[in-house]
Structures are given as structure tokens and as C-alpha cells.
């Protein structure tokens, strides 16, 4: 079983910057791939980040490329999403994910990612 606890969120202007933190706890952190995904209201969970056990490999979305920067401090069981020039339609509430294979992430299979955290809520004011 693996915990995982979202933190970082919250207001920021249009054109600002947040980090995200999303810190694991239980089973071996660095035998998972880790990602982030996001939820507007209304909308569907869509895929943002995703980053391998080793570090070695990460993958965005469009919605993310040249803005957002995904890295892991293994000996800290920490994930970071660095979010930068955000819009107002980054609004949503993003959720860090760990999956032992990272095309479940990649392939947006969210009834299949083996854990989530419960997210935290990121607003960006116009």
C-alpha cells in the first residue's frame, strides 16, 4: 500500500509560478512511477506529468510542455510538479498518482493507476 499527500496548492495570478509536492509514504517508493493529473470542475481527470522509478525519464502533456517540470527527491519519497506561467486554465484540482507501469499513466487509464492522492486545489486568477 502506498500513501500518497498532495501539498503546494492554492491561489496564484495569472502568469505566476507553484510547486507542487506530493510525499509518499508505505510500500517502496522508488519501485513506482509517479505522475500528476488534474481536474477542472466539469471536467474529465486528464493526464499532466509522469515520471519513472529512476528518475531518468519524464513526460508531459501539451497542456504542460515548457511550463511544467515534474522531478523526484527519492530519498525524501517526494514528487514535485514546478508549475510555471500558469493561466487561469490550469484551474483544478491536481492529483498525484503512482503506478508500477508508467503507460497506465500514459495511456490515461485512471480507473487503472494503482494509487492516488486526494488532490489539492490550484486557482489562477485572471
Known amino acids: 500500500q502506498v500513501q500518497l499527500v498532495e501539498s503546494g496548492g492554492g491561489l496564484v495570478q495569472a502568469g505566476g509560478s507553484l510547486r507542487l509536492s506530493c510525499a509518499a509514504s508505505?510500500?517502496?517508493?522508488?519501485?513506482?512511477?509517479m505522475g500528476w493529473f488534474r481536474q477542472a470542475p466539469g471536467k474529465e481527470r486528464e493526464f499532466v506529468s509522469a515520471?519513472?522509478?529512476?528518475?531518468?525519464?519524464?513526460y508531459y502533456a501539451g497542456v504542460g510542455k515548457g511550463r511544467f517540470t515534474i522531478s523526484r527527491d527519492s530519498a525524501a519519497n517526494t514528487v514535485y510538479l514546478q508549475m510555471n506561467s500558469l493561466t487561469p486554465e490550469d484551474t483544478a484540482v491536481y492529483y498525484c498518482a503512482a503506478d508500477g507501469n508508467i503507460a497506465t499513466m500514459l495511456r490515461q487509464a485512471v480507473s487503472s493507476v494503482d494509487y492516488w492522492g486526494k488532490g489539492t486545489l490550484v486557482t489562477v486568477s485572471s
Open positions: 515520471i519513472t522509478w529512476s528518475g531518468g525519464n519524464t
Open positions: 508505505g510500500r517502496t517508493f522508488s519501485s513506482y512511477s
